[in-house]
């Protein structure tokens, strides 16, 4: 049975660094379904929730090149991985982000630990702060970036840019 | 048809309006009139029917009755309903009707055999003589039957053609004005911007390329095509600059090495030399002539790889292989180089790195950049990562070097440009504008970001072979 995790993401392509970092350290060890979660506000606009699709929404967020650095990994790490999907969390208060956790079965949450959260897309909002009051299991991964620039959101070298994690 | 592709544009669009005005017009006016008439003739003989039976029961129930219901009937016939023009009524008896009296009788009413005929089958009958409506009925009273015919002429028929007429005319006058003023605005509106924007593109030729078509005052479409004529014409001047700097440059690099074997060997033929001498120039000429034909032979890739003139072979190859013997290469070429051959997100399975390709050119593409990585970042560690996604595969070269000023950025594609904080180093400004020709060669895409003296990132993409396996 895979087990799941939850990695917060915005959307950019630097926050997948954490999904690279974590099953490289893991090496195999165990199969996982990943579970890419992005917080997100919801319209307050009556005709907004009336017409509302998450899949839509999803489709709007997601870039060329952050599909295609997920299956970059994807491919890479192919008997590790069961599954990576994208998601978006809705709420305002712990325990929605609890029932969401509970919800999703999820496992243990894997963060970044100097990861900033970019606001590239409207509406999101940082999940750091749920994380850490969180009541299951959290692992931290530290990596350094080889070159430390700055760069588009949507550049697909930031996934090569990672020069190993330490612990 | 030859008459019609010989008419320009505008007369076909003004022509179609007009036909189409004065077509939908007449056809408009055909239909009312035919189905206005088919009304008025059924109506007529409607009325006729109604004739034919007042007359039935007033002439033939009337005889069986006493003389004050008749006469009775009779008024009211003449007070409320009106005698029809030129009507004329008949009464036969069908019993006295036989096929030697029948034609006579037919003859005398003024109706052919065969109306008597079709009353006698089917009770009913209409029939029509220039003006003259004839509607015949079959009557039965106390078992004996009667052929009631009713005539009259139709005097609405004359009328409503008249009429018709006098209306169609006018309308068809109003389509004319129609036509004729919608064509007026389309030749206004439509065709004569066309005809100035053409007028203001044949003024410009390759003297004045700069030069740009004014859109302020045009509609969108128009707007659209006069936007994207400036753009190209945007895009032909740079290619025209391009390719004149292009043709000074390789000029310029192929003279240098030429003046210099032409002075020294004029130097060295001024008076008698020592063997000695005569070796070392020799030499110099040598030196100047494999410089030289580096130069020529990259031209020559340049230009095969960018104007597809002779059909390269293509087939299934692994990219990480080739990656591995253009680093082999390199090694051997630059002992002191340092790369890295990052495989870190190299994915597991082998056919997400096979590629279509020509093996000869995209080695010669990555020697290049890799080695122009090692050149430029002065031996340092460069690192080359390989990653595929579901659809491309993708190669980042990257380093440490003196990276390309920010602003020189849009130029580096272009044949012999060198940046300028390249000066202490050797080269001819060939290779990335290859390495870039072969990769689309391979419908493949390079994207090169650099900052100035912190290195140089090169991406390239590349199509996998086999999307779905």
Redesign the interface.
Known sequence: MPKRILIPTDFSISSLNIL?EFL?KDNGADRYDVLLTCGYHLSESITDLLFFSKHKILRSLNTEAF???I???R?????SLNSVNVDLFSGAVQSTFDDYLEGNKIDSIVYGADSRFNRTVKRSFDLSGMIQKAKVEKIMITYKE??A?P?ATD???V??NTAGSFS | MTLLSKLNLKTKAILTIFISTIAITSLFGVFIYLSLRNFVYDDFFKTLKIRTNVIAKANIDGAYNDTSFVAGYQSVIEEVAEKLIHERDYILELSQLNTKNEKHIADSLGVPVSFLTIIRQSKEANYQKGHYLYKGILYSFQGKDYIVIASAESHFNQKLISHLQRISFIAILVAVAIGILSAYYISKTIFKPISEVTDMAKRISSENLHLRLDDTHYSQELKELVKTFNDMLSRIETSFETQNNFISNASHELRTPLTSIMGTADVTLSRLRTPEEYIETLQIILHETEKLDNKTKALLFLAQTGFNGKAQKFERMRIDQLIWDCIDTIEKLNPEGKVNF?T??????ST?LKIIGNEQLLHLAFTNIISNACKYSDNQMV?V?I??????V?I?V?D?GIGIPEHELGYIYDPFFRASNTKNYDGYGIGLPLARNIVRLHSGKI?V?A?EN??T?V?I?LPLAVIND
């Open positions: 690279k490289k599909m295609d650095a299956s970059i990994i491919n890479k790490y192919a008997n080889k070159e620039r760069v550049d697909l070298t996934i090569f | 990052d870190s997100l190299l994915p597991e399975n997400r690192t990562s990653g595929s996604s579901d659809r491309k993708v980042v990257r440490q994207l970001t900052r912190k290195g990132t991406s993409e």
